[in-house]
């Protein structure tokens, strides 16, 4: 199993900064990729940034350019950099790890995190 817990949320401004971080901690060697997901009220959960253990990136249109994913391997950590932020940007963002099994890939997720941008 693996087990994520986020931080880092919070309220900001428009055109401000927060910085999301994600601990992984059980059975951190067998995680493929991980990345950051959101969901804001009445949306579905969407893609915001993955980055492979071999540190390939990849992001969603809506954030490209302003948003920044890295990890911080000796302490299985991985970072969102959220620059830039826009009202659109409020949702709720869960860590996410994928891990291969017997013909599928297994997510597991942190609890989520709050982000607000409003002025």
């Known amino acids: 199993q693996v087990q994520l817990v986020e931080s880092g949320g919070g309220l900001v401004q428009p055109g401000g900064s927060l910085r999301l971080s994600c601990a992984a901690s059980?059975?951190?060697?067998?995680?493929?990729?991980m990345g950051w997901y959101r969901q804001a009220p009445e949306k579905e959960r969407e893609l915001v940034a993955a980055i492979t253990m071999g540190g390939s990136t990849n992001y969603a249109d809506s954030v490209k350019g302003r948003f920044t994913i890295s990890r911080h391997d000796a302490k299985n950590t991985v970072y969102l950099q959220m620059n830039s932020l826009k009202p659109e940007d409020t949702a709720v963002y869960y860590c996410n790890a994928k891990v291969p099994g017997l013909g599928m890939t297994h997510d597991f997720w942190g609890q989520g995190t709050q982000v607000t941008v409003s002025s």
């Open positions: 059980g059975s951190i060697f067998s995680i493929n990729a």
